[in-house]
C-alpha cells in the first residue's frame, strides 16, 4: 500500500514539476515576446515622431528644403519632355484646360494640364507668366509670409494663410519655389511646394502634408494654321497622411478643385493684363529702336 501511495506522489510530483517547467517556458516565451512589442512599439513612435519632426522641420525650421525644392524643379525638365509626348499634347494647335483625379498605386493624384496657342510674342508671354507666378502679392493674404530667396529666375517663400469662404474654412502652412529655365528654345517655369493644413473647416489636422509639382513650357507656335505662342502645362497635387488621418486627407484632395477655380477667377484677369502690359513694352521698345 505505502509503496502505490509512493509511486503516486511521486507521479504527482513528475507532473508538477513538469507543468512547473511547462508554465516557466510559457512566461519566458511572453515575456520575450513582450519586450520584443515594446521594442517595435518604441520603434515606431521614434518613426512617427521623426517622420512628424521631419515634416515640421520641411515646412518650418529646415535650411535644405528650398534648396531640394530647387534641385527638383531642376530634375522636373526631365519629366516635361516625357509628358509632352503624350496623347493630350500631340495636336500642338488644340485649347483646353483638364483637371482630374488620377489613381497612382494607393494614392490619389490631382492633375491639371492645359494647352493653348497665346496670341502674344514668346518673351512678352514668358514675361506676363513669370510675373503673375513669382509675385509676392499672396502676403496680402497671409498671417505669416517670409521671401527666403527671389532673382530673375527664382522665388522662393513662405507661407501661412487663413481661407474662409462659404462652407470652406482652411489654415495652411507651406513652402513654395519658382524657378525659370531655358531649355532650347524654349522658356520653362517649374513650381514645387509643400504645405500641411493646420485646420480643416474646423478640425485640427495632423501628419498630413500635400506636395506639389507643376511646370509651364513657353514656346514658339510652329503650326503653319495658328501664328502666337504655345504655352503648355502640367502640374500635379497629391497628399500623404497617417492611416488616421485618410478621411481629412481625401477632403483636402476634394478641396484642391475649389482652389484651381478660385486661383483661376482671380489670376486671369491680372494675367490678361500682364500679357498686355508685356506686349506693349515689347512692341513699344522694338518701335524705338527702328524709328531711331
Given at each position: 500500500m505505502w509503496q502505490a501511495i509512493a509511486e503516486r506522489q511521486s507521479r504527482e510530483r513528475g507532473r508538477v514539476l513538469a507543468r512547473n517547467m511547462e508554465l516557466?517556458?510559457?512566461?519566458?516565451?511572453?515575456?520575450?515576446?513582450?519586450k520584443q512589442l515594446i521594442q517595435l512599439l518604441d520603434r515606431q513612435i521614434y518613426a512617427k515622431a521623426l517622420v512628424q519632426e521631419k515634416r515640421h522641420a520641411l515646412l518650418w525650421g529646415h535650411a535644405d528644403v528650398f534648396k531640394q525644392q530647387l534641385q527638383q524643379s531642376e530634375n522636373t525638365l526631365l519629366e516635361v519632355k516625357r509628358v509632352l509626348q503624350g496623347p493630350p499634347f500631340r495636336d500642338p494647335t488644340a485649347?483646353?484646360?483638364?483637371?482630374?483625379?488620377e489613381e497612382n498605386g494607393d494614392k490619389e493624384v490631382f492633375v491639371v494640364q492645359s494647352n493653348a496657342t497665346l496670341p502674344f510674342g514668346m518673351q512678352a508671354t514668358a514675361s506676363a507668366l513669370w510675373k503673375v507666378l513669382?509675385?509676392?502679392?499672396?502676403?496680402?493674404?497671409c498671417y505669416?509670409?517670409?521671401?527666403?530667396?527671389?532673382?530673375?529666375?527664382?522665388?522662393?517663400?513662405?507661407?501661412?494663410?487663413r481661407f474662409k469662404e462659404n462652407t470652406v474654412d482652411a489654415d495652411f502652412r507651406g513652402k513654395y519655389t519658382f524657378s525659370r529655365f531655358?531649355?532650347?528654345?524654349?522658356?520653362?517655369?517649374?513650381?514645387?511646394?509643400?504645405?500641411?493644413?493646420?485646420?480643416?473647416n474646423g478640425i485640427k489636422c495632423r501628419d498630413i502634408q500635400?506636395?506639389?509639382?507643376?511646370?509651364?513650357?513657353?514656346?514658339?507656335?510652329?503650326?503653319?494654321?495658328?501664328?502666337?505662342?504655345?504655352?503648355?502645362?502640367?502640374?500635379?497635387?497629391?497628399?500623404?497622411?497617417?492611416?488616421?488621418?485618410?478621411?481629412?486627407?481625401?477632403?483636402?484632395?476634394?478641396?484642391?478643385?475649389?482652389?484651381h477655380d478660385k486661383f483661376m477667377a482671380t489670376h486671369y484677369s491680372v494675367l490678361e493684363k500682364s500679357l498686355i502690359e508685356e506686349d506693349w513694352k515689347m512692341n513699344r521698345g522694338w518701335g524705338g529702336s527702328q524709328s531711331g
Open positions: 516557466r517556458a510559457q512566461l519566458e516565451t511572453e515575456y520575450k515576446l513582450g485649347c483646353f484646360l483638364d483637371t482630374f483625379i513669382s509675385t509676392d502679392q499672396i502676403k496680402n493674404y505669416h509670409h517670409q521671401i527666403a530667396q527671389k532673382s530673375d529666375t527664382i522665388v522662393a517663400q513662405s507661407f501661412g494663410i531655358t531649355d532650347g528654345d524654349c522658356i520653362v517655369i517649374v513650381w514645387v511646394g509643400a504645405s500641411e493644413p493646420i485646420e480643416l500635400s506636395q506639389t509639382t507643376g511646370w509651364i513650357q513657353i514656346s514658339e507656335q510652329r503650326s503653319e494654321e495658328m501664328k502666337g505662342t504655345l504655352v503648355r502645362s502640367y502640374s500635379r497635387l497629391s497628399v500623404d497622411s497617417g492611416d488616421d488621418e485618410k478621411p481629412q486627407s481625401g477632403a483636402l484632395l476634394g478641396l484642391a478643385q475649389f482652389f
